[in-house]
């Protein structure tokens, strides 16, 4: 076993530059993007380019570019209907897109689709096993279309079903199982086949809040410990925060940010959108004039007994310290914009405008 | 450019301890040697999925109900036969050679023989199998979890269309084969060499029928979401070909060539009549099977299409051989094989072109 696992890791270093030197086409382009982002470039193994698909009147998802790194545990996020689904269909070469493409470890997912499921393993949204057989059976049903026989495969079983807590209920009929005990043998079915990629379509669907915990806590773990890539679809955002690198944040088939949680942060603060919540005691004439003669602020909202202050820059240092000096009492102070569910609204916002 | 979780990666080629036996079939088997791997990877995915689909079969309760069908079909048949056969014989009804394939062909007073319960009641084996065969997997959210999986969708539907034929084939044989052995034991009638040929004949004759059915279950489980609608489709069908066809055959032909005006034209007509009525008739499966099967199993057929009376003189008044009577059946059994396959690649192309999605 030891020597064996020693025996991967030079494979496995190896193999996106193998993949690199296989596309011939994309060497050029790669070649000159190589000096500059060096590694970075190597690590992407998701990517899609202007990938679009339209059901009639909809476009189900508008000329998506995505870029997933090795390792790292990606959030789609979006409403019902935003294209999740559909993005990660079209990843599993499941939906022929109808412009753009998509390609994992640089093979296209369309054309190379069998190629591409080796290495990428999906969980699909309310995961459904056979329900005459048991979940060993159903497990040793997929490794056994993956290639695993005997004893191999009945030890990747029981690691398999001890990894996911599932040991105890295995040899029971998968037709009796719960919504959650499906989720989590639903993980061991996808890692029967050992994939680089995980594609999770709303795992956390109709799960209780402890078992959405051990979810994340495996999540991360597949991610941290295996060295996995996770591409996860949730409309759940507190979940899904907690335990993603990178977001992206889907709305009517358009990516309309993406990056880490700070990163989506700055972007609303960037664009004077999100600023900052006061609320002070005693409220004036003088403190709207104090507040208006503030340096970077450019714009002050009423809402209620909340101001809604617009600056170009983080004036909350300066804010505190003139409203101190005047006499004021702070009851509120909040740079807006700062979880994900503010930033989520106010992607949702946007965009409801340029559509609609 | 964003910042990468740096610790991620590195850490995992340390612990990566559940990857044991990493990628030694996932990419390493693909790039390199093709050609005859990938070749032999089909074949073992294809077993795989038959062996599944079967254990499935014959695991689910579905498996008792069929049993108890072909079972029905095998006695009531039998008993049809065994009391049937010996009135028939004082009766001077039929001829008393090849007694043996009239085991399968003779019916009593009210129960229909072996042949025509299995016109009847085969399509019914074949709708079993076939009605959920993918639609089930669809709404249980297997079909989505399957399709993600390295193999080629079609697949799926041709081990399904296998696993269905092989199980009717296994009844089927076991039935006419029971009914065979049996017969001998109970009436003490030897089969000769062409009897077994002639049964072997009409049993492959009944497994290309159910499998017709099969074939066109799973075109219905294909096309239609619920298998409920799939199954009251399948059984539509069964319907029209069983009784329908034969009264909308005489009405087409009826119109086209009237034969009741009792002038000199009706009587022109006569031959046209029986033609069209009989070429409509043929179009329905069921017609097509009765009248193969009946040949095959009774030598005595001479012939299949109407015949004037010109054409009959100087025929000498014997039985057919073996050659001769498939030779009369031959397009009957192209045709249904072609209908089976015909209705698979339809069922085959709409599931190749589907989008196949969470339930």
């Given at each position: ?20 030197l296989?596309r ?10 190589k ?14 380019e202007?990938l ?7 476009t ?7 870029q ?20 990660t ?28 499921k ?7 949204d ?5 329900g005459?057989?048991?979940g060993?059976?159903?497990?040793r049903f ?13 030890e990747?079983?029981?690691r ?6 599932m040991?105890?209920?295995?040899d ?13 043998l ?17 795992p956390?669907?109709g ?5 959405v ?14 060295g996995?890539t ?31 949680l ?5 972007q609303?603060g ?5 600023a ?5 005691y005693p409220?004036?004439?003088s ?32 804010l ?9 009492t ?26 609609g | 450019?964003?910042t990468?979780?740096a ?11 559940e ?13 390199g ?9 089909r ?40 009391s ?6 004082e ?20 129960i229909p023989?072996?042949?025509s ?13 076939g009605?959920d065969?993918?639609?089930s ?15 080629y969708?079609?697949q799926?539907?041709v ?13 089927v ?6 009914i065979g052995s049996?017969g001998?034991?109970a009436?003490?009638l ?15 004759f ?5 499998g017709?059915?099969?074939?066109a ?21 069964w ?5 329908f066809v034969?009264?909308?055959?005489g ?6 060539y009237p ?16 033609s ?13 099977f009765?009248e193969?099967?009946?040949t095959?199993l ?8 109407a ?5 009959l ?20 059994l ?7 396959l015909?209705?698979f ?6 599931f ?7 339930r």
């Amino acid at each position: 076993m030891i020597s064996s696992e020693k025996k991967e890791f030079p494979e496995k270093r190896m193999s996106p530059e193998e993949g690199g030197l296989s596309r011939a086409g994309e060497g050029a382009t790669a070649g000159t993007e190589k000096n500059i982002a060096g590694k970075m470039e190597d690590d992407i193994v998701v990517r899609t380019e202007s990938l679009t698909k339209i059901y009639g009147d909809l476009t189900a998802v508008d000329h998506l570019d995505l870029q997933i790194r090795k390792g790292e545990v990606f959030g789609l996020l979006g409403p019902n209907g935003a294209g999740k689904t559909t993005t990660t269909l079209m990843l599993l070469g499941l939906t022929e897109p109808d412009a753009g493409k998509a390609t994992i470890h640089g093979l296209d997912c369309t054309r190379n689709a069998l190629q591409v499921k080796k290495a990428v393993g999906y969980l699909p949204d309310n995961v459904g096993f056979y329900g005459t057989m048991t979940g060993r059976e159903n497990l040793r049903f997929m490794g056994r279309i993956n290639g695993l026989e005997g004893k191999a495969l009945e030890e990747r079983i029981d690691r398999l079903l001890e990894r996911v807590g599932m040991a105890q209920a295995a040899d029971k009929k998968t037709g009796t199982y719960s919504r959650g005990m499906r989720q989590r043998l639903g993980i061991a079915d996808v890692l029967m086949k050992d994939p680089d990629i995980i594609i999770m379509d709303e795992p956390t669907l109709g799960i209780d809040p402890e078992g959405v915990r051990e979810l994340m806590w495996l999540i991360r773990d597949l991610a941290e410990r295996d060295g996995r890539t996770i591409l996860l679809s949730s409309h759940q955002l507190y979940q899904v925060q907690r335990v993603c690198d990178r977001m992206g944040i889907f709305v009517k088939g358009k990516m309309v940010a993406c990056g880490t949680l700070e990163e989506l942060g700055q972007q609303i603060g960037r664009d004077g959108t999100g600023a900052l919540e006061l609320s002070v005691y005693p409220d004036n004439i003088s403190l709207q004039r104090i507040l208006k003669e503030m340096k970077g602020v450019l714009d002050i909202e009423k809402n209620s007994d909340m101001y809604v202050i617009h600056s170009s820059f983080d004036v909350r240092r300066a804010l505190s310290k003139k409203l101190t000096e005047e006499g004021y009492t702070i009851m509120h102070l909040r740079q807006a914009g700062s979880d994900l569910d503010e930033i989520y609204r106010k992607y949702f916002e946007k965009a409801g405008e340029q559509v609609g | 450019m964003q910042t990468l979780k740096a610790p991620a990666d590195s850490r995992a080629k340390e612990l990566a301890g559940e990857g044991g036996s990493r990628r030694e079939d996932a990419r390493g088997e693909g790039t390199g040697s093709r050609g005859q791997s990938e070749e032999n990877r089909r074949y073992h995915v294809l077993k795989v999925l038959f062996r599944k689909e079967t254990a499935e079969f014959i695991n689910s309760r579905r498996m008792i109900l069929f049993v108890v069908l072909t079972a029905l079909i095998t006695v009531s048949g039998f008993y049809a036969a065994v009391s049937g056969l010996a009135e028939a014989i004082e009766g001077g009804n039929t001829a008393t050679d090849f007694l043996f394939l009239k085991l399968f062909t003779v019916s009593a007073n009210s129960i229909p023989s072996y042949n025509s319960l299995m016109a009847l009641m085969g399509p019914f084996i074949g709708i079993f199998m076939g009605f959920d065969a993918i639609n089930s997997e669809r709404t249980e959210g297997t079909l989505n979890r399957l399709v993600s999986q390295p193999l080629y969708r079609d697949q799926i539907i041709v081990s399904k269309f296998l696993a269905g034929l092989f199980i009717s084939a296994v009844m089927v044989f076991a039935s006419g084969l029971l009914i065979g052995s049996v017969g001998v034991i109970a009436t003490g009638l030897i089969p000769s060499g062409e009897e077994i040929g002639r049964l072997f004949i009409y049993l492959c004759f009944c497994v290309v029928y159910i499998g017709f059915w099969l074939a066109a279950a799973i075109l219905f489980s294909t096309v239609c979401r619920h298998a409920a609608t799939s199954a009251l489709a399948c059984i539509a069908v069964w319907l029209f070909c069983a009784i329908f066809v034969s009264l909308l055959a005489g009405i087409v032909a009826d119109a086209l060539y009237p034969i009741n005006g009792g002038d000199m034209q009706a009587m022109m007509n006569e031959m046209g009549n029986y033609s069209c009525e009989l070429n409509l008739n043929r179009t329905s499966p069921y017609y097509l099977f009765a009248e193969a099967a009946t040949t095959v199993l009774n030598p005595g057929v001479r012939t299949i299409n109407a015949v004037t009376v010109t054409q009959l003189s100087g025929a000498i008044s014997s039985n057919l051989t073996l050659g001769q009577s498939m030779l009369l059946v031959w397009p009957h059994l192209t045709g249904l094989a072609a209908l089976m396959l015909a209705v698979f690649a339809i069922s085959y192309v709409s599931f190749m072109r589907q989008e196949i999605r969470s339930r």
